[in-house]
């Protein structure tokens, strides 16, 4: 039992930080409709920063200047590249996403190389006991932040005009316009957001346990997809059901290795994608995906 | 023209050809006239032009309709005022757009929004994702807070229906509370010139009338409101001043008043008298090389 415990913890600790990720595609698609596949590689960029900074000036001020620069590279990625792609459809744009993403990804893995970095965070190796479960302090951190980081998108989608400039041109951009929505403002907040999100979850993804960043981030990264996927594109609270639905997954899965052998090794790596077919089979839309509401 | 209707005197007011009648662009610009002035405009679409030479005025304060069959290029005018023209790959290669003396061609939509002149769009158009409050909320995005405020007590004193429904998807409201979400999220910008694009389209005739009776209110308040719509005995009735669109061009302009009792009007957009022969009404842009030089009535 206090294994299984112990794994649920962990399980929903590293799912917090895949919801942060899924609530950067969620963010990106809310306001343009695009899928944003260039998300592995901010993630990377914000991460490289603050491991390249943090011994020059100190964690906390390379985490400010990671998160800063995630921001301007999603930013010039919508200004210079998407905002220009005159393409009709945005099935289209998701792939200029994922050619972005391919140069972005090269470049970075080039200047990483072999190396793994580290973050210079504060909590180190710390690990946190409540009774027989034993966490590391890393990642009760990552689930903190990573709810207080939700909540306020949700807040901020559903109350401020922000929120409702973004839900809007998401549902339909000309309307949005008609309404004096500035398009491109919102395109580039929702793509700088989206950065910063994705330098906060580098950091919770490169520290303790994990040895630090490395070429491999990128595909622990991509693992926030199905999560935000199955919870439903357009939905905040979808990034957040989906995060941690596939982080205990995978946590429980790997945990259980043994046990489960007859599946074949790796299984837990496949599980989150598993579950989002399974899930997306029986609602096309994801959990918390909107339907057109149809009168009748 | 057929008939009599392209006679002088025939059936309302006196009718001259284009080329003796006064260009309205030549008038000297009055404070009537410092509302919405279109001059010479000329938009296309890719190589399609879907409007051509089209002069229009609004005075501020004042309805005016746009009438048209399908295809005539009603709503491309109101997209080149409203700036959404490129939303369809269309854009305006001639011609001028001024608002409160400010040239507004060219501008994108939310600068257009911020300069005084909202589009309720085709078809409303809600967001039907969203609940009828956040709708509302959605239309003062361009605006200051305590405006806002102003504007939604104005809305639902004019449609005291969406406070009843205010927490309701507004895809899930009927056409008529639909068309007055859109009617009312676009006053929520308080706009100075309201644009309407076909407001009683699909209603039935006693929502289409509630529609009117709303436009006219509006009016009376102050906004000048300029109206596209098919159901030409109801826009007549409302615009002191109406234009006719066929293909792409102006083909008739005058007092609202004057146009209703005019022969060819009636027969062609009131459906009174005999059937026009000899030429077809509503064809699109296509029968463009059957059409006749248009006329115009001056005022």
Not at chain 1, 220 to 249: C, E, R
Not at chain 1, 261 to 281: E, K, S, T
Not at chain 2, 73 to 79: A, D, F, V
Not at chain 2, 224 to 244: G, H, I, T
Request: charged share 20%; proline share 5%; aromatic share 6%.
């Amino acid at each position: 039992m206090a294994v299984f415990l112990e794994l649920l913890v962990n399980g929903i600790s590293v799912g917090a930080v895949y919801a942060l990720i899924a609530l950067g595609f969620v963010v990106i698609f809310k306001a343009t409709e695009v899928v944003n596949f260039t998300h592995a590689s901010l993630l990377l960029a914000g991460g490289y920063v603050i491991a390249r900074l943090h011994p020059l000036v100190g964690f906390w001020a390379a985490l400010a200047a990671g998160i800063a620069a995630a921001a301007l590279v999603g930013a010039l990625v919508e200004f210079l590249i998407l905002r220009r792609a005159h393409v009709g459809s945005r099935g289209v744009l998701a792939i200029v996403t994922i050619g972005v993403d391919i140069l972005l990804t090269t470049e970075l893995t080039r200047q990483i190389g072999t190396e793994v970095l580290a973050l210079g965070d504060p909590w180190g190796d710390r690990v946190l006991r409540l009774g027989p479960v034993t966490v590391a302090e890393t990642r009760v951190v990552a689930l903190a932040v990573a709810a207080a980081l939700i909540a306020a998108f949700l807040l901020a989608f559903k109350f401020t005009g922000w929120g409702v400039a973004m839900r809007a041109t998401a549902e339909d951009a000309e309307t949005a316009a008609l309404m004096g929505v500035r398009l491109g403002r919102v395109s580039l907040g929702a793509w700088a957001v989206a950065g910063a999100l994705a330098a906060v979850a580098a950091l919770f993804l490169c520290v303790f346990p994990t040895p630090g960043l490395d070429r491999g981030t990128t595909a622990a990264a991509m693992k926030a997809f199905p999560a935000a996927i199955l919870g439903g594109l357009d939905s905040t609270t979808g990034a957040l059901a989906g995060g941690l639905i596939v982080g205990v997954t995978e946590t429980l899965i790997s945990g259980y290795q043994s046990e489960l052998a007859f599946l074949g090794r790796g299984i837990g790596d496949a599980a989150p994608f598993l579950v989002m077919i399974v899930i997306l089979l029986l609602r096309p839309s994801g959990l918390f995906g909107t339907k057109e509401p149809v009168r009748v | 023209m057929s008939g009599d209707a392209g006679r002088p005197g025939a059936g309302g007011p006196e009718i001259e050809s284009p080329e003796t009648a006064v260009p309205e662009a030549a008038k000297p610009a009055t404070p009537e006239t410092e509302g919405l002035e279109i001059r010479g405009l000329e938009v296309r679409y890719g190589p399609v032009r879907a409007l051509r030479g089209v002069d229009l005025t609004v005075p501020r304060g004042a309805v005016a309709a746009v009438l048209g069959a399908n295809g005539a290029g009603k709503t491309t005018l109101l997209r080149a005022v409203s700036g959404t023209l490129r939303f369809h790959r269309g854009a305006i290669t001639a011609g001028t757009i001024t608002f409160g003396g400010a040239r507004v061609d060219g501008a994108p939509a939310a600068e257009v929004v911020r300069r005084g002149v909202v589009q309720v769009p085709e078809g409303r158009r809600v967001f039907a994702r969203m609940t009828v409050a956040e709708n509302l909320r959605a239309g003062a995005l361009a605006v200051p807070g305590r405006r806002a405020a102003a504007a939604r007590e104005r809305v639902l004193e004019l449609f005291p229906v969406l406070a009843e429904r205010a927490h309701q998807r507004a895809g899930l409201l009927s056409g008529g509370e639909q068309q007055m979400l859109a009617i009312g999220r676009a006053l929520m910008a308080g706009p100075s010139l309201l644009l309407l694009d076909e407001p009683t389209l699909g209603l039935a005739p006693m929502m289409a009338a509630r529609i009117a009776d709303t436009v006219r209110r509006i009016n009376a308040q102050g906004t000048s409101v300029l109206l596209v719509e098919q159901n030409a005995a109801m826009a007549l009735a409302l615009a002191e001043r109406a234009y006719v669109l066929e293909v792409g061009e102006l083909a008739l302009s005058g007092p609202a008043a004057e146009l209703a009792a005019s022969d060819e009007v009636r027969r062609r957009y009131l459906g009174v008298g005999a059937p026009d022969t000899d030429r077809p009404v509503g064809t699109g842009l296509e029968e463009r090389a059957e059409r006749t030089r248009p006329a115009r009535w001056t005022a």
